[in-house]
């Protein structure tokens, strides 16, 4: 096939295939010897290595080496292609592309850039086919490389310049969004480990460090289960599917607060011998067996629904729900097993354990005021994940039916 499945329009012309030894000079670099310091003390010019490399735009790396040290080796020009050829199987194929001038380590090779191949263009095709380094990697030789030779060898399918360009600019856009989302992740991410360590009061403490406008007093140190009207847990269903019409939800189901069921059993089961652990709208499931501590609230969104015996089943609480959920999913479990480490050797808490947590409180007032804080938090970070999510199918799918 000689044209991709989807195109801009006005673009009808079939793609060429060349070899990228036939398209650009290529070149690897060296590692100066370490054991010259002068070769990176006080170093000012950018030294990449495989290391460095994150499949898009370099913008930063680790390492500068000095002038002397530079001697030997080529300064390759911003929009240079890089590829690594050595390092394993995970290594082998990663690339990158040069927003600055740079040396580089003997593991990666440089196409320098040409006017008849655009670069971003050129670095996304190479992403889509980065598994062809590793099958050449894999049948030429012992060691997981690949050569200079083979770089020059591989045969990549392109466009006119101006269509190349088109390509080019739509992935870069993409890419922009992507980092744009990431970056706005992270830093709600960030903003919640800081408001979870400073909106609820340290061991020893009876007020935090950070409070909500209008809300003042001393936090009260309760037991769970005098504010809870039922703590139980679920059973191991039988009739594990994905064909039957009740979700089963499983510890590995509960991520970032949300429940993401996978397996069904049948409504004959869900009724039966798994009556007791039948969830309901607001109960709020807690991990108490291998991974423990990971919380969500049941919503109608996935009844009806039952759960295992890894998850505890809380319900009837004299609590804000999502204030409560935060707690769980907090300090609270970390420091029960700081002080009992035998549950850390073996990770499960007993219903009558749960029952026993200490947890510090407000008023109920505050309690809702923190509760709709967190939630919004987390709205946002769920928020961004999805976007980021789709994205990502958006473009997979897009360097799939855009090249060749």
Not at 344 to 360: C, D, F, H, T, Y
């Amino acid at each position: 096939m000689s044209i991709p499945k989807m195109r801009f329009y006005g673009y009808d012309s079939p793609w060429k295939v060349s070899k990228l030894g036939e398209l650009f000079e290529i070149y690897s670099g060296n590692t100066p010897s370490r054991s010259d310091r002068n070769n990176y003390d006080n170093g000012t010019i950018p030294w990449i290595k495989t290391t460095d490399l994150n499949n898009s735009l370099i913008y930063v790396n680790e390492e500068k080496i000095s002038d002397h040290g530079a001697k030997k080796l080529k300064t390759l020009p911003k929009n240079t292609i890089l590829i690594a050829m050595y390092g394993g199987f995970n290594q082998i194929g990663r690339t990158g592309l040069l927003t600055y001038p740079a040396t580089i380590n003997q593991a990666l090779a440089s196409l320098l850039p040409v006017k008849e191949i655009n670069s971003y263009f050129l670095l996304n095709y190479l992403n889509l086919r980065k598994d062809s380094w590793r099958n050449v990697a894999a049948s030429s030789r012992k060691d997981p490389n690949i050569t200079k030779n083979d770089v020059e060898k591989f045969k990549i399918s392109f466009p006119s310049l101006e269509e190349q360009s088109a390509i080019g600019s739509l992935f870069r856009l993409l890419d922009d969004l992507l980092a744009s989302y990431k970056d706005n992740l992270a830093n709600y991410q960030s903003l919640k480990a800081s408001m979870l360590s400073k909106m609820f009061p340290k061991s020893g403490h009876t007020v935090p460090e950070i409070r909500l406008d209008g809300f003042e007093g001393e936090w009260d140190l309760i037991k769970l289960g005098d504010f809870c009207d039922l703590i139980t847990k679920g059973t191991t269903g039988k009739s594990q599917s994905e064909q039957g019409m009740v979700n089963f939800v499983k510890v590995e189901n509960l991520k970032d607060n949300e429940i993401y069921p996978i397996v069904k059993i049948s409504e004959e089961e869900h009724f039966g011998s798994l009556k007791r652990s039948i969830l309901y709208e607001g109960d709020i499931l807690f991990s108490i067996a291998g991974t423990l501590g990971r919380t969500a609230i049941v919503k109608n969104n996935i009844l009806p629904a039952n759960t295992n015996q890894a998850l505890a089943i809380i319900r009837g609480y004299k609590l804000d729900a999502y204030f409560l959920l935060v707690v769980l999913s907090g300090e609270v479990v970390k420091d029960y097993i700081r002080k009992n480490p035998t549950v850390g050797a073996q990770p499960n808490l007993s219903l009558e354990q749960v029952s026993s947590l200490k947890i510090k409180i407000p008023s109920l007032d505050e309690q809702q005021a923190i509760g709709t804080y967190f939630s919004n938090l987390d709205n946002l970070i769920n928020s961004h994940q999805e976007k980021i999510f789709q994205l990502e199918t958006l473009k997979k799918k897009l360097l799939q039916d855009m090249f060749i």
